[in-house]
């Protein structure tokens, strides 16, 4: 491919995997020693084991000197054996460690390497003590020792397994780059300077570096409040009856890209040339029908198109049976979410049942039999019996040594301050941590795990009932706080439901503490669905373990002989029930691991009625007599590089925000970077940017449902999303865990840029995820967003600046009209006063707004309710008076930063969504009977036709007085009078 596909950002992302990269011979040397110790394990596991050797191990001996003979008969045999698993698991560990794209996953690989090699040695020493019959006290010494090995050995074993995913990844990559090469990213660095400051500098890398006067307009966030101010200003600003603007950018933020994204489908720029509209489509077109539609001639009133959404405003859901079709689905996604969490659970508690039944290594019995004596007459029962005494020496001696490391480390640190010394000090701090770990596992799996399932076992009784039933509490508590939260955060619009059912007039809204009652709900719901989780783990595995050993039952000859009316035996142990439920758990897992976490959110529901509303175009009527609007059919594709024309204006921009967290994370509270959607390209400045026509090649398809206008549309807008960046609050988590949450996982293009120099690293994870899984939902939850993934986290451009103006600053456009319906009130311009502080920090724009009482009627005095020309007191408005406006219209000039000791300058013009005193009376009357006007909830996205009326003529009004403003020719003015 010969056209650029990636632009890296200039604030250079390093991969952990860059810095040791892991070629095909070092993998294929792994994979021999790996061989080699499976082929011992082989040949040694048959005559290292006999009957009753594990309970020997922990120091209970069989009766029968023959049996005692055969066991130690194992001893020679079990060091073949020991060298086989260090050389297979150790192998898989270091094969992890190398494969590991990840810097903490090669950690945690590291550390179950030295586990295994830590675990190995013990065994070693389990032997010597076995064979000499070492005692400490009344303790066989060789329990000590076989408690060490079994607690480090077995998860340090998992971790290993997991490697043989890691290396199916690997393989899957070579095919990638067989197929594609690791050229097909093309990045191309950008040389272009726009500023002397570094930091300014890199913050307006962008694909486009236009160095004429261009216009931007920015239609801000706010839901479906500002799409229908945009809408209306929309048509002032662009008509053609007006001599409207012809800018260069549109750039949209949150529900000011419902408009945006309504204007670039309905343009048609997605031609029949491209092959992507259906294949009756073009036979609804005249030749010059199919030809591109400019802003000025869409939208306007009285037009099929505008009518289209003017039906649909409230998109959600508009009726009884919608309502309750969206609640399913909550349900539904939240059920999917929670059984992902879960699930992992039920098989950890199987498992470790099982391990604790069969290896007596818990210093807490996880299900005590009353009936068992004081020391146990069949070695087979050992499990029923504490090895507490083994646990302490264990823990005691591997502390003492940790605690000795630490003194040396510090006392080397007291008496040197040579390079020498400080090597001392900082190997002796590594090799105390190594116990530290060691510790800290061991007392998890012998103390911790089984405490937790005796835990479990006393207050669910080892039922599966019981489980069943706390799980099902937490998924209705899940759901309940879930609505409770959505509600809270829109519970302007349910006092509004409310008095409207009471018959009464809405109450004004109320300040309100931000976040303290939903802060609370949602960390009580947090709590309980952590206590839940390892709830689920303990009472499984308690029941697994009580099934295997405490209180073993054949409950199928129990039935045949309680049906052939014998006496009921009590028969051997029936495991069948704990292998169904392993099995359904594994089977769920395997599958849930594969479904997409977009997919089971509420973002394509979220889309799919955002494309009903605002996905129009104007085509031929059916009987071939004039136009009507018809909405995008939900097959049909609208992926952005289908949109693509280079030579079109405007360019749309749809801003959207990047969760990023760890060492590239941004300044403190901010939690997110800027990403945008483009037609041409997608990204930002602190990530790089990604062509969509090769993003359309060679993305999977999941992803690519991602990357289209009507994603756009949606992701600009994801307000609900488990990562909300400066707008985060403690509900954001129960967004995650429930489902509901409207962001999704985009191609990294810092990542696809790399991916050009590792086409010889195995580590190196080359192409993009076929489906985004489980493990993207535990980042969610856990709040992992790195800038070192494949995939990052985008969500809501609200969430970083709501009203675009920093992006069109980006852009260096020199003249800006921002409609500002963001919903905060005058004068404090919280919203712009955002912008222009993260314009400064991180563009160096500087901005001048006039004096205050100097004369000019565009300053944020004229814009505080109150302002305006006052009605008499016994006028019908006189109730508005506290509330109306002397002006709508705020100017300010800006200035770029130098580059080359010459800086630019451009002009600012922010119509603001206020009850402007210049209103017509019918929108006066309806500000006067809704008294929460222009400033209804974010959350409310069930517009009525007033409301959808009230907000675009509003937005009409102040989109004519800020082109009167701007100074378009023949803009008419707006009148000065419009009162009775």
Known sequence: MTEPSVIGSRARIRFSAERSPTDRNTVIAVVIIIVLGLLLVAVTCVPSYAPGVVPWEFGYPPSEQARLDELRGTLAPDLGLILGYVLSLGGLALLGRLLAFTAPYRTVSTVAGVGIVAAGLFDIAENLALATDWTLGNLAASAVFATAKFALLIPASVIALWSLVGLVKAIVARRWVRRHGAQAWAPTPRTDRWADEPRWDRAYLTPTSDTGDTTAICLSGGGVRSASVALGAMQSLTGREVGGLEPDYVVSVSGGGYTAGAFLQAMRRNAPRTGSWPKDMQARYDADDVQQVGLADLFGEGSEEYDHIRRRASYIADSPAEMIAALVIIAKNMLLSLTILFTPAVIAGVLAGIVYATIPMAAIVPVPDENTADAPTDPDQASLFANSAATLWVLGVLGAICFTLLVAAGYTEARSVSDRGERWRERLSGVAVCFAVAVAIIAVMTVGAPGLMRLADS????????????????????????????????????????????????????????????????????????????????????????????????????????????????????????????????????????????????????????????????????????????????????????????????????????????????????????????????????????????????????????????????????????????????????????????????????????????????????????????????????????????????????????????????????????????????????????????????????????????????????????????????????????????????????????????????????????????????????????????????????????????????????GAEALRVVGSAGAPPVSTLRRR
């Open 459 to 958: 207050v669910l009784s080892s039922s599966p009932a019981g489980i069943a039933w706390s799980a099902s509490a937490v998924a209705l508590l899940n759901y309940v706080a879930l609505l409770a939260a959505i509600l809270w955060r829109n519970r302007g619009l349910v006092g509004k439901l409310v008095a409207g059912i009471r018959g009464k007039p809405d109450a004004p809204r109320k300040g309100v503490p931000r976040g303290a009652v939903q802060l609370l709900l949602v960390l009580a719901t947090l709590a309980v669905v952590i206590a839940t989780w390892f709830a689920t783990f303990g009472g499984v595995g308690a029941w697994t373990f009580d099934t295997f050993v405490a209180h073993p039952v054949d409950q199928g000859a129990q039935t045949r002989d309680m049906l052939s009316g014998e006496d009921v035996s009590a028969g051997g142990a029936d495991h069948s029930g704990v292998w169904w439920v392993l099995s359904i758990a594994v089977i769920l897992a395997i599958t849930l691991s594969l479904y997409d976490v977009t997919s089971s959110s509420l973002q394509p529901f979220y889309r799919r009625r955002l494309a009903r509303a605002f996905a129009v175009r104007r085509v031929r009527s059916a009987d071939g007599e004039g136009m009507t609007a018809e909405a995008y059919p939900s097959s049909e594709s609208t992926e952005l590089a289908d949109f693509d024309s280079p030579d079109a204006t405007p360019h749309f921009v749809f801003a959207a925000a990047a969760t990023i967290s760890g060492q590239e994370k941004p300044a403190a509270g901010l939690n997110a970077v800027p990403f945008s959607f483009g037609t041409d390209w997608v990204g930002g400045p602190d990530v790089g940017w990604a062509s969509t026509r090769i993003l359309k090649q060679l993305a999977p398809p999941r992803i690519r449902r991602d990357l289209t206008v009507q994603a756009a549309v949606a992701v600009s807008g994801a307000a609900f999303a488990s990562a909300m960046g400066r707008m985060g609050s403690g509900y954001q988590k129960l967004f995650a865990i429930s489902g509901a949450r409207l962001g999704t996982w985009l191609p990294n293009p810092a990542f696809l840029a790399a991916s050009t120099h590792q086409q010889n690293n195995w580590s190196w994870p080359h192409g993009l995820p076929r489906y985004r899984g489980a493990g993207y939902l535990y980042r969610e939850v856990l709040g992992l967003n790195s800038a070192r993934g494949r995939l990052l986290q985008i969500s809501d451009g609200g969430h970083y600046e709501n009203l675009g103006l920093v992006e069109a600053l980006r852009r260096r456009c020199t003249t800006i009209v921002c409609i500002d319906a963001s919903g905060d009130t005058p004068p404090n311009l919280s919203t712009l006063a955002d912008a222009i502080r993260l314009a400064r920090a991180e563009l160096g724009v500087t901005f001048s707004f006039p004096e205050q009482g100097g004369g000019d009627d565009h300053t944020a005095e004229h814009l505080a309710p109150g302002t305006g020309t006052a009605f008499d007191p016994d006028d019908d408005f006189a109730a508005l008076n506290a509330r109306i406006t002397s002006q709508c219209v705020v100017t300010a000039t800006f200035a770029y930063p130098p580059k080359d000791g010459v800086s630019r300058t451009g002009r600012l013009i922010l119509a603001k969504a206020v009850l402007w005193q210049n209103c017509p009376d019918w929108l006066m009357t309806y500000a006067n009977t809704h008294s929460i006007f222009p400033h209804d909830s974010t959350s409310d996205q069930w517009f009525d036709e007033g409301q959808f009326a009230a907000y675009t003529q509003l937005g009409r009004l102040i």
